[in-house]
């Protein structure tokens, strides 16, 4: 059975950093593009990046360029998501996707991003303080 936890979520002040894993087990780690999602109280969930298979590819909204930075380790089969310079508007919870078509990282910031994701983590909070 496929199962992805999240952790490294947590309180931090504006301008810090936060590092979130999420560990996969169940599935073939590598047949997966991977991408990382986030949800603000009464907001819709939105992708914020999203990496090939290889990890060699990497995609980023506009709001987190230059500020966060996606990786795998297939070693671990964990995604990571670097998050450098936070600002409170990146508060949310934060959610890892695993799609099994390399398509994600095309859809992953658009609407129809629920078609090409197989399995949700369940969500890590990050809280940034002003």
């Known amino acids: 059975q496929a199962q992805m936890v999240e952790s490294g979520g947590g309180l931090v002040q504006a301008g810090g950093s936060l590092r979130l894993s999420c560990t996969s087990s169940?599935?073939?780690?590598?047949?997966?593009?991977m991408a990382w999602f986030r949800q603000a109280p009464g907001k819709e969930r939105e992708g914020v990046a999203c990496?090939?298979?290889?990890?060699?590819?990497?995609y980023y909204v506009d709001s987190v360029k230059g500020r966060f930075t996606i990786s795998r380790d297939s070693a671990k089969n964990t995604l990571y998501l670097q998050m450098n310079s936070l600002k409170p508007e990146d508060t949310a919870m934060y959610y890892c996707?695993?799609?099994?078509?390399?398509?994600?990282?095309?859809?992953?910031?658009?609407?129809?991003?629920?078609?090409?994701?197989?399995?949700w983590g369940q969500g890590t909070q990050v809280t940034v303080s002003s």
């Open positions: 169940g599935i073939t780690f590598d047949y997966y593009a």
């Open positions: 990496t090939s298979w290889s990890g060699s590819e990497s």
């Open positions: 996707a695993a799609g099994g078509d390399s398509r994600l990282c095309t859809f992953y910031h658009d609407r129809s991003y629920s078609g090409w994701v197989n399995y």
